[in-house]
């Protein structure tokens, strides 16, 4: 008999999730507190980009396997896919979290099972277990209560949701347990056993590592570019030694995961988290380096030419062929160039936004690219990628330096 299930939070994990189990016959309801997203869903429509997401949601709304709503109800399964953003000093915000589990706490009974997949801090899953008892005693070693980080990359979601390998920690031994009987029915991939705090710390080391490894290749971006050597140039010769694989620069780091992960063990362990910290820094000053740029460069321009330059600003989400611009290093960027006076026109252009969701006007990218004198591309979407005219001045912070200097 399958379980009825609630997700809470139907945001780019969350509905994916929410699809997933619903598409396999599982009846689930998808609970958010944004109105506009609950009636998007029962329409069978989705409200973001994802490849495949938006035909799964249209087949098991219109099957009754899933619905949304504004608040929960009793269930079986209640999986926690709520965002945990930081606050302004860089501290963990679990708000979302615990709202969520006051939200179900009077419908919990005797056998129900609980999993976070939310990004948290080490000691959690500990915690969330001591209110949730603290408040309802008598569940006490009835219930479980298990940690199960999602591994998936935008773009790739639905695939990546069944076939990437999962750690799951369980609040005890047995709730680690129920938790893999309960994703086996849904996920091809391995599903690893561990305890929460471990669950918790993979997760968090895994994001930490990518962005130690993009503050790397940023790091010797800014040299090469101090040095006058071709950066992508070195890192291919670099990345033909056999046991050598440096990523490619960009602007920054952004998206929920890479840029906010590395803050929940600093701020929990300041005093030896240096080698984490530093990569920290170094990927948010990329940013500040990209922006200085982009002014050394109107400045030339307009040394040479005696006028302003229009320009063109590609790019605007935290990767390229997204639409998420969550923690978008181009956003801080954009803000920054729009207060330059060294410009006579500025257009701003990204195919995957639209003026509906985004607080700045947008411009099409074909009509950006033929009137502007310099065309920065901040994020290498699939449009810019081959971008050549020889009458402009091309700035790729993505994929080359200078295209053309003519």
Known sequence: MNNKVIVLGLGYIGLPTA?????????????DINKNVVDVVNRGEIHINEPELGKIVSEVVSKGYLSASLTPSIADVYIIVVPTPFKNNFEPDLS????????????????????????????????????IFSNKPELFGDI?????????????????LVNNDRVIGGFDTISAHKAIAFYTKYIKGKLIATNARTAEMCK?????????????????????DEAKIDTWKLIQFANMHPRVNILNPGIGVGGHCIAVDPYFIISAFPDISKLI???????????????????????????????????????????????????????????????FDLYE????????????????TLTDYNYSIENSDIIFVLVNHKEFINIKRKDKLIINF?????ENND
Request: net charge neutral; charged share 20%.
């Open 204 to 224: 968090l080391v895994e994001n930490s590592y990518r962005d130690i490894q993009i503050a790397f290749a940023n790091e010797i971006s800014i040299i090469c």
């Open 345 to 360: 026109n500025i257009y701003i252009s990204d195919p995957n936004l639209n003026d509906a969701n985004f607080e700045y």
């Open 96 to 131: 979302n979290v615990e709202s969520a589990i006051n939200s179900i706490l009077n419908f919990l009974k005797p056998g129900d099972l609980i999993i976070i997949e939310s990004t948290s801090p080490i000691g959690t899953t500990e915690n969330i277990a001591k209110h």
């Open 19 to 31: 699809a997933l189990f619903a598409s396999n016959g599982t009846h689930v309801i998808g609970v």
């Open 277 to 339: 910290s530093t990569a920290r820094n170094v990927n948010e000053k990329k940013k500040i380096w990209t922006i200085n740029k982009i002014n050394n460069t109107l400045k030339l321009f307009f040394e040479k030419q005696s006028r302003k330059p229009t320009i063109a600003l590609l790019g605007l989400t935290y990767k390229n062929d997204v639409n998420d611009i969550r923690q978008s290093p181009a956003i801080d960027i954009l803000k920054e160039v729009v207060k």
């Open 144 to 160: 479980y209560i298990a940690y199960c980080p999602e591994r998936v990359l935008p773009g790739n979601i639905m695939f990546e």
């Open 398 to 402: 993505s994929t080359s330096n200078i």
